[in-house]
């Protein structure tokens, strides 16, 4: 692959960095024997926008900056959430955008991918405005007022629906709200909060749910136990981290550790989840519940199952020869490094990936797209029954994948995306 350069590479004058996916589509292209040209299209994206957003807040203007990759519309409108974080960059925008494009061809959903990241220096808007100590009053004010001026400028992509937005990281219904309030339009985009036109019940809950799915699921079909018989670890104590922790919790699973960036808590007898999930509410953080546990900690801990579920790149070279965890469900995106995907297997740590792991959001946002303008609700429980169903078949046709090409659990669900996404590509004319 290294003569042939993405398009994007030679107008930019430098190379894209080799990130998991890229790896992984790169071996897996070449096992399904695609051309190389080919591979490298379904690398690269179709349109990526770096914008800036000038926004007015509390008196004064703020200039951030932003990046938008529309990485494949090839099976549907692009699909991907909005983030607000001072470590957003356009590689990393793009590598997100590409697993979107996964993610919805893995669980086979007629949805593209797509991604946003607005950088904004959270210190430096304390530092700016003379804030002390911590006010999430104020970050949030911050949030809401960049979405706003963002919603302004490219409203009439959503309005189209050629890019259907989502929460992500430090974003949330509130700020979904605010795109709605531009568009007028339910289906423009999705994650809306409960009372908001098109609304989907179950939605918040949706990627943790899927997460605590195939938990269940793999548990059973590779474990060879309960998961109530099971003992978990969470890392990152989200909107994603909570939920898969809580449904763990209540199945039965013994949770026995959970961090969040400024701390944890362990007992190895169980957490007491719901507790924990209300001291986080009023306290902002998991440290001080029960026994201290740091992330390195937690990740090494010999359970059955850990969930990373922070952010990316949480298991990498160094760390991954101390895992002992028997099975990774990826809650976050990309947590292990390609790096660490070759120690993880050849020491026999099943691996379940991201595209399908954490795929609940999408396919429950699949579902809010193509209900928004009903004014009859789907129930919650259906909802999570649609997650179950589409991530359990395609956690079972992976499997089945992995028996007939000798590969891993993530390289056959990269096989089954690409596939998908390369035939539709070819139908349309595109590649």
């Given at each position: 692959?290294?003569?042939?350069?993405?398009?994007?590479?030679?107008?930019?004058?430098?190379?894209?960095?080799?990130?998991?996916?890229?790896?992984m589509l790169?071996?897996?292209?070449?096992?399904?024997?695609?051309?190389?040209?080919?591979?490298?299209?379904?690398?690269?994206?179709?349109?990526?926008?770096?914008?800036?957003?000038?926004?007015?807040?509390?008196?004064?203007?703020?200039?951030?900056?932003?990046?938008?990759?529309?990485?494949?519309?090839?099976?549907g409108?692009?699909?991907?959430?909005?983030?607000i974080?001072?470590?957003?960059?356009?590689?990393?925008?793009?590598?997100?955008?590409?697993?979107?494009?996964?993610?919805?061809?893995?669980?086979?959903?007629?949805?593209?991918?797509?991604?946003?990241g607005?950088?904004?220096?959270?210190?430096?808007?304390?530092?700016?405005?003379?804030?002390?100590?911590?006010?999430?009053?104020?970050?949030?004010?911050?949030?809401?007022?960049?979405?706003?001026?963002?919603?302004?400028?490219?409203?009439?992509?959503?309005?189209?629906?050629?890019?259907?937005?989502?929460?992500?990281?430090?974003?949330?219904?509130?700020?979904?709200?605010?795109?709605?309030?531009?568009?007028?339009?339910?289906?423009?985009?999705?994650?809306?909060?409960r009372?908001?036109?098109g609304?989907?019940?179950?939605?918040?809950?949706?990627?943790?749910?899927?997460?605590?799915?195939?938990?269940?699921?793999?548990?059973?079909?590779?474990?060879?136990?309960?998961?109530s018989?099971?003992?978990?670890?969470?890392?990152?104590?989200?909107?994603?981290?909570?939920?898969?922790?809580?449904?763990?919790?209540?199945?039965?699973?013994?949770?026995?550790?959970?961090?969040?960036?400024?701390?944890?808590?362990?007992?190895?007898?169980?957490?007491?989840?719901?507790?924990?999930?209300?001291?986080?509410?009023?306290?902002?953080?998991?440290?001080?519940?029960s026994?201290?546990?740091?992330?390195?900690?937690?990740?090494?801990l010999?359970?059955?199952?850990?969930?990373?579920?922070?952010?990316?790149?949480?298991?990498?070279?160094?760390?991954?020869?101390?895992?002992?965890?028997?099975?990774?469900?990826?809650?976050?995106?990309?947590?292990?490094?390609?790096?660490?995907?070759?120690?993880?297997?050849?020491?026999?740590?099943?691996?379940?990936?991201?595209?399908?792991?954490?795929?609940?959001?999408?396919?429950?946002?699949m579902?809010?797209?193509?209900?928004?303008?009903?004014?009859?609700?789907?129930?919650?429980?259906?909802v999570?029954?649609?997650?179950?169903?589409?991530?359990?078949?395609?956690?079972?046709?992976?499997?089945?994948?992995?028996?007939?090409?000798e590969?891993?659990?993530?390289?056959?669900?990269i096989?089954?995306?690409?596939?998908?996404?390369?035939?539709?590509?070819?139908?349309?004319?595109?590649?």
């Open positions: 692959m290294d003569d042939v350069r993405c398009k994007m590479e030679l107008l930019l004058d430098t190379r894209a960095p080799i990130t998991r996916s890229v790896s790169r071996t897996v292209g070449e096992l399904m024997g695609l051309d190389k040209r080919v591979i490298a299209e379904l690398i690269c994206p179709q349109e990526v926008v770096v914008f800036r957003v000038p926004t007015k807040t509390l008196g004064k203007v703020m200039i951030h900056w932003g990046c938008m990759c529309l990485h494949n519309n090839a099976r409108p692009y699909k991907g959430g909005i983030r974080s001072d470590g957003v960059t356009v590689w990393d925008t793009i590598e997100l955008a590409r697993l979107m494009t996964l993610k919805t061809a893995v669980v086979d959903i007629e949805l593209g991918g797509g991604k946003t607005i950088r904004v220096d959270m210190p430096r808007m304390y530092d700016v405005f003379g804030r002390t100590p911590r006010d999430r009053e104020f970050e949030r004010i911050i949030r809401l007022d960049t979405m706003e001026s963002f919603a302004q400028n490219f409203r009439d992509v959503f309005a189209s629906h050629k890019y259907i937005p989502a929460p992500d990281v430090n974003t949330g219904g509130e700020e979904m709200a605010v795109i709605f309030n531009q568009t007028m339009d339910p289906a423009s985009v999705t994650g809306k909060p009372g908001v036109h609304w989907l019940p179950g939605r918040k809950q949706a990627t943790g749910r899927g997460c605590f799915e195939i938990s269940r699921i793999a548990c059973e079909e590779q474990l060879g136990k309960d998961l018989d099971c003992t978990v670890a969470v890392q990152g104590f989200g909107n994603v981290g909570i939920w898969s922790a809580l449904y763990l919790h209540d199945y039965g699973a013994k949770v026995v550790g959970v961090t969040d960036s400024r701390g944890g808590a362990y007992d190895e007898k169980g957490l007491d989840v719901p507790s924990l999930i209300e001291h986080k509410r009023t306290r902002g953080m998991v440290s001080g519940f026994g201290e546990i740091d992330n390195r900690r937690l990740l090494e010999d359970t059955d199952i850990i969930v990373p579920a922070a952010l990316g790149n949480a298991i990498d070279a160094d760390n991954a020869p101390r895992i002992r965890t028997k099975m990774l469900v990826e809650g976050a995106n990309m947590p292990v490094t390609a790096e660490a995907m070759d120690v993880l297997k050849r020491r026999g740590v099943i691996v379940i990936p991201d595209i399908i792991a954490n795929a609940g959001g999408v396919i429950a946002s579902e809010e797209y193509s209900r928004s303008l009903s004014a009859i609700k789907m129930a919650e429980e259906t999570f029954k649609v997650i179950e169903e589409r991530i359990s078949r395609s956690y079972l046709e992976a499997l089945d994948l992995t028996n007939q090409h590969l891993t659990l993530p390289e056959a669900a096989w089954m995306a690409s596939e998908r996404v390369y035939d539709a590509m070819g139908k349309r004319s595109l590649i």
